[in-house]
C-alpha cells in the first residue's frame, strides 16, 4: 500500500478516554505520526459531540444518521485519506460509503465481538445478525483486516485473506516504572469497564471467589459503567467488606493508581464468542506496572500469560483462590512474576513493537 502523499485516518465512535479508541486508534495514530507517516483520529465522539460510551444508548437512529452526514462532509475536507475503520458500528457507515464512492482503498479493525452469539443464516440466506452480516461485506471488501485476537484472526480470514493480528501496544513512557507496592495488606484489583452483562458477571464471580477466602487482603475495582449499581448490590449482598470503588478513572491516572496494586485480577464467567474475541487490554496494563496476574485460561489471556512463570491461569474458582493464596502470601514470588510480566510488555506487547508491525504489513500489502 502507498502511503506517500496519502493520511491515514482512524475512525472510531468512541472517545479517547475508552480503551478501544485509545489503543487502537489514538496510540497507533500516534506512533505513526513519529514515523513520518501523516496520520489523524476521527472520533464520532470527540470530532463531532457524539454521545459515547453509557450514553450511547440514548443516540436515535435519526442522530445516527445526522452523525454521518457531518462525517461525510468532514471527510471531504482530508487530501487523500485512507481510513482505518475501527470495529464495525453505525460510525462505519460513512467511511465505508465515502470510500466506496471515491473508489480508494480502506482498511477494517475489528477488536470487539459487538454481534449475536448466534450467525447462522436461515434457510441458508437470511442472517439472523445483520450486524454481522454488514461486518463481513464491510471486511471482504477492504484492502486489509487487522485482528485483536486470534479468534477474530481465523473469523476474518475466512472472508479476508488479507487479515493479521495485531494487538494493542503499551506505551512506555505512560506506563514507564515497575509499581511500587508497599503495606501490609495485600491489594488486588480489577479493571475495566462496566457497560456489558459479562462485565458484571465477571463481576460477580470475582466476589463468589474472595468470599471465602479469609486472607489480609483489600480488593479495589477501578473503572465504572451502567452496570456499577448492580455490581455493588452484589458485593454487599456477599458481605464482601474488604472492598472498594474508586468510579470511572481517566486513563491518565491508571499508572499512578495502580502503583499500589500487588496483584491484578481477570475472572471470566461467561465463556462465549465476545470473550473469546475480547483483548484484555487491561491485563498488559497491569504487567507493565510488573504486577502479577491471575486470570481465567479462556480466550485471548490464555495467549498472552505463561502459566506459573510471568503470571497464573486457571480453569476454576477453587483454582483461581488458590492462585490468588499463594500469591498473596509470597511476596517473593508476586515481585519475580511482576518482573517477567513486564519484561513481556518490553519484548512484545508495547506500542513501538506493535506500531513497527502495523507500519510493516501496511506498506507491504
Same mark, same amino acid.
Given at each position: 500500500?502507498?502511503?506517500?502523499?496519502?493520511?491515514?485516518?482512524?475512525?472510531?465512535?468512541?472517545?479517547?478516554?475508552?480503551?478501544?479508541?485509545?489503543?487502537?486508534?489514538?496510540?497507533?495514530?500516534?506512533?505513526?505520526?513519529?514515523?513520518?507517516?501523516?496520520?489523524?483520529?476521527?472520533?464520532?465522539?470527540?470530532?463531532?459531540?457524539?454521545?459515547?460510551?453509557?450514553?450511547?444508548?440514548?443516540?436515535?437512529?435519526?442522530?445516527?444518521?445526522?452523525?454521518?452526514?457531518?462525517?461525510?462532509?468532514?471527510?471531504?475536507?482530508?487530501?487523500?485519506?485512507?481510513?482505518?475503520?475501527?470495529?464495525?458500528?453505525?460510525?462505519?457507515?460513512?467511511?465505508?460509503?465515502?470510500?466506496?464512492?471515491?473508489?480508494?482503498?480502506?482498511?477494517?479493525?475489528?477488536?470487539?465481538?459487538?454481534?449475536?452469539?448466534?450467525?447462522?443464516?436461515?434457510?441458508?440466506?437470511?442472517?439472523?445478525?445483520?450486524?454481522?452480516?454488514?461486518?463481513?461485506?464491510?471486511?471482504?471488501?477492504?484492502?486489509?483486516?487487522?485482528?485483536?485476537?486470534?479468534?477474530?484472526?481465523?473469523?476474518?480470514?475466512?472472508?479476508?485473506?488479507?487479515?493479521?493480528?495485531?494487538?494493542?501496544?503499551?506505551?512506555?513512557?505512560?506506563?514507564?516504572?515497575?509499581?511500587?507496592?508497599?503495606?501490609?495488606?495485600?491489594?488486588?484489583?480489577?479493571?475495566?469497564?462496566?457497560?456489558?452483562?459479562?462485565?458484571?458477571?465477571?463481576?460477580?464471580?470475582?466476589?463468589?471467589? %474472595?468470599?471465602?477466602?479469609?486472607?489480609?487482603?483489600? #480488593?479495589?475495582? @477501578?473503572?465504572? *459503567?451502567? &452496570?456499577?449499581?448492580? !455490581? =455493588?448490590?452484589?458485593?454487599?449482598?456477599?458481605?464482601?467488606?474488604?472492598?472498594?470503588?474508586?468510579?470511572? %478513572?481517566?486513563?491518565?491516572?491508571?499508572?499512578?493508581? #495502580?502503583?499500589? @496494586?500487588?496483584? *491484578?485480577? &481477570?475472572?471470566?464467567? !461467561? =465463556?462465549?464468542?465476545?470473550?473469546?474475541?475480547?483483548?484484555?487490554?487491561?491485563?498488559?496494563?497491569?504487567?507493565?506496572?510488573?504486577?502479577?496476574?491471575?486470570?481465567?485460561?479462556?480466550?485471548?489471556?490464555?495467549?498472552?500469560?505463561?502459566?506459573?512463570?510471568?503470571?497464573?491461569?486457571?480453569?476454576?474458582?477453587?483454582?483461581?483462590?488458590?492462585?490468588?493464596?499463594?500469591?498473596?502470601?509470597?511476596?517473593?514470588?508476586?515481585?519475580?512474576?511482576?518482573?517477567?510480566?513486564?519484561?513481556?510488555?518490553?519484548?512484545?506487547?508495547?506500542?513501538?513493537?506493535?506500531?513497527?508491525?502495523?507500519?510493516?504489513?501496511?506498506?507491504?500489502?
Amino acid at each position: 500500500m502507498n502511503l506517500e502523499g496519502n493520511e491515514l485516518v482512524f475512525v472510531t465512535r468512541e472517545r479517547k478516554d475508552l480503551p478501544g479508541a485509545r489503543y487502537r486508534a489514538y496510540n497507533f495514530s500516534k506512533y505513526l505520526n513519529s514515523q513520518g507517516i501523516k496520520s489523524q483520529v476521527f472520533s464520532y465522539a470527540d470530532t463531532i459531540g457524539a454521545l459515547s460510551g453509557d450514553l450511547e444508548r440514548f443516540l436515535t437512529f435519526k442522530d445516527k444518521i445526522v452523525l454521518n452526514i457531518k462525517a461525510i462532509k468532514l471527510f471531504a475536507k482530508i487530501i487523500n485519506p485512507i481510513f482505518i475503520i475501527q470495529r464495525f458500528n453505525y460510525h462505519s457507515l460513512a467511511p465505508y460509503l465515502y470510500s466506496k464512492v471515491k473508489k480508494i482503498d480502506y482498511i477494517f479493525d475489528l477488536d470487539d465481538w459487538e454481534f449475536r452469539e448466534d450467525i447462522t443464516y436461515l434457510l441458508g440466506i437470511f442472517p439472523k445478525s445483520k450486524a454481522e452480516f454488514l461486518s463481513r461485506t464491510i471486511a471482504r471488501e477492504a484492502r486489509v483486516c487487522f485482528a485483536g485476537s486470534r479468534f477474530l484472526e481465523d473469523y476474518l480470514k475466512n472472508v479476508n485473506p488479507e487479515t493479521y493480528y495485531l494487538t494493542p501496544g503499551i506505551d512506555l513512557d505512560v506506563f514507564s516504572s515497575l509499581s511500587d507496592k508497599n503495606g501490609e495488606v495485600v491489594k488486588l484489583a480489577w479493571l475495566g469497564t462496566m457497560f456489558r452483562k459479562e462485565d458484571f458477571y465477571n463481576l460477580n464471580l470475582l466476589f463468589e471467589i %474472595v468470599s471465602k477466602m479469609d486472607s489480609n487482603f483489600h #480488593l479495589k475495582i @477501578i473503572g465504572s *459503567g451502567i &452496570y456499577i449499581n448492580e !455490581v =455493588k448490590s452484589q458485593a454487599e449482598k456477599l458481605k464482601i467488606k474488604n472492598i472498594s470503588f474508586t468510579g470511572w %478513572v481517566r486513563p491518565e491516572s491508571i499508572p499512578e493508581l #495502580l502503583n499500589e @496494586i500487588h496483584i *491484578g485480577v &481477570y475472572p471470566i464467567a !461467561v =465463556k462465549n464468542k465476545f470473550m473469546m474475541a475480547k483483548f484484555p487490554v487491561k491485563v498488559l496494563e497491569f504487567m507493565a506496572k510488573g504486577i502479577p496476574v491471575v486470570a481465567t485460561n479462556f480466550g485471548e489471556v490464555a495467549s498472552i500469560i505463561k502459566n506459573g512463570d510471568d503470571g497464573f491461569l486457571t480453569d476454576d474458582i477453587l483454582g483461581f483462590r488458590e492462585a490468588l493464596y499463594v500469591l498473596i502470601k509470597n511476596k517473593d514470588l508476586r515481585k519475580k512474576i511482576g518482573i517477567k510480566a513486564r519484561k513481556k510488555i518490553e519484548n512484545e506487547y508495547n506500542l513501538k513493537v506493535q506500531g513497527e508491525r502495523l507500519l510493516g504489513i501496511l506498506k507491504n500489502v
